[in-house]
């Protein structure tokens, strides 16, 4: 693993102007998202809101580096910026929230927020904090077994930590 100092400019990270802006279009898509999902929470059109705001810059610069559809990400509820950044649309992700049969997740059948997609190697979460992580040393396991070169990660927050999940993981 290498480090990279806060002062190397993004190209020296080997970041072009198209790259930056994507990343940032993500996370400002992924904000406007989150800031929707609360309105239609406020406007009693969905029964169910959580805000990933200030952790934008977080999801998408992590999940930038993986490769969508080689790559598995277990994402938790707040990670919006991952789902987009791994080919989700805002579209998807609303029609999962809005828990429309339309969904690509799930039919509208999933908690909201719980992101998935086989094809995009998203793994489903669960509504139980913490048990992704266990789910993403699954995928990792089994990509070592196989011998495959695919990268597992896995997204939470400080609540997972207290889970017993975490340390086995």
């Known amino acids: 693993m290498e480090v990279v100092s806060v002062r190397e400019s993004p190209s020296e990270l080997g970041l072009g102007k198209e790259q930056l802006l994507d990343m940032l279009y993500k ?10 999902q609360w309105l239609l929470n406020r406007m009693g059109k969905a029964p169910f809101a959580v805000s990933g705001e200030g952790h934008e810059a977080t999801q998408v610069g992590t999940a930038y580096v993986l490769a969508p559809g080689r790559d598995w990400v277990v994402p ?6 991952v789902a987009l950044v791994m080919g989700q649309t805002a579209r998807d992700v609303l ?12 039919g509208g059948r999933n908690m909201p ?18 048990t992704q992580i266990l789910h993403a040393v699954g995928t990792a396991f089994a ?14 927050g400080d609540g997972a930590t ?8």
Request: charged share 25%; glycine share 14%; with cysteine.
């Open 27 to 36: 996370m400002m898509l992924a904000r406007a998202i989150g800031q929707r």
């Open 76 to 81: 938790y509820y707040r990670d919006i910026g």
């Open 95 to 106: 029609l999962e929230f809005l828990a429309r049969g339309e969904g690509i997740s799930s």
């Open 113 to 130: 927020c719980h992101f998935s997609d086989p094809k995009l190697r998203i793994v489903s979460g669960s509504a139980v904090v913490g």
């Open 143 to 156: 990509g070592k077994l196989r011998g495959l070169d695919e990268v597992s990660m896995v997204w939470f």
């Open 162 to 169: 207290s889970k017993g999940d975490c340390h086995e993981g």
